[in-house]
């Protein structure tokens, strides 16, 4: 596609839930990456994908987060028994070379 | 520890003022250094980038940034802003180059008064 699209753009959901938030890179794109953005705050790095390496998890806060990435291409970011600190937009972002990184719209996820 | 720090967290001009965004990171080695805008309820957007090269980066809108080696820093300027700047400006470092995560600082919010 012509960008990074996520899905959902917007999400509530109750405490003790899982959620899966999805992304769709820029096709062709190797590299995938997902941030975290808080009220107030930077972003936060959580996880990396590079072709067929193996991903970066140097950023999950926690082992309720994982996230994988089939076919090299769409990735799938899961938060699992939710808390209201997960509140936050969930960015993804894809790269060809390392040289620019393009950023979806986020998912702004409610934790209630 | 290693980190991207942005000293101003909110900055308020009047219109054709002129802005500096400070930027300073700690990673020595090569770095590659992005500076990204952020237009509220928009995605973000990339500003400029430098690789290597001429230290002054020119950029969209009006902007550039200067790297300095010595210093660690990659600061944002505009001599004349306008409302339409009003944004959230963040600062990001790849530290090794390549593909490597981009690190980020806290972002700069700024607000330009007519």
């Known amino acids: 596609g012509a960008g990074v699209s996520q899905s959902p753009s917007n999400k509530v959901t109750e405490k003790g839930k899982d959620v899966e938030l999805r992304c769709d890179p820029i096709?062709?794109?190797?590299?995938l990456y997902w941030y975290r953005q808080s009220l107030g705050q930077g972003l936060e790095f959580l996880i990396y994908f590079q072709g067929n390496s193996a991903p970066d998890k140097s950023g999950l806060p926690s082992d309720r987060f994982s996230a994988e990435r089939t076919g090299g291409s769409v990735s799938t970011l899961t938060i699992q028994r939710t808390q209201q600190e997960d509140s936050a937009v969930y960015l993804c972002?894809?790269?060809?070379?390392?040289?620019?990184?393009?950023f979806g719209s986020g998912t702004r996820l409610t934790v209630v | 520890a290693q980190s991207v720090s942005q000293h101003n967290h909110h900055v308020i001009l009047s219109e054709a003022a002129s802005l500096e965004l400070g930027c300073n990171y700690s990673y020595g080695g090569t770095v590659n250094l992005f500076w990204y805008v952020q237009y509220p309820g928009q995605h973000l957007q990339l500003l400029l980038k430098?690789?290597?090269?001429?230290?002054l980066v020119k950029g969209i809108k009006g902007f550039e940034a200067e790297f300095i080696k010595s210093k660690f820093s990659f600061n944002l300027r505009k001599p004349s802003v306008q409302w339409s700047d009003t944004a959230e400006y963040f600062c990001a470092v790849n530290p090794s180059g390549g593909y490597n995560k981009l690190i980020f600082g806290a972002g700069t919010r700024l607000a330009v008064h007519p």
């Open positions: 096709s062709g794109h190797t590299a």
């Open positions: 430098y690789f290597s090269g001429d230290p």
């Open positions: 972002a894809s790269s060809l070379d390392g040289a620019g990184y393009t």
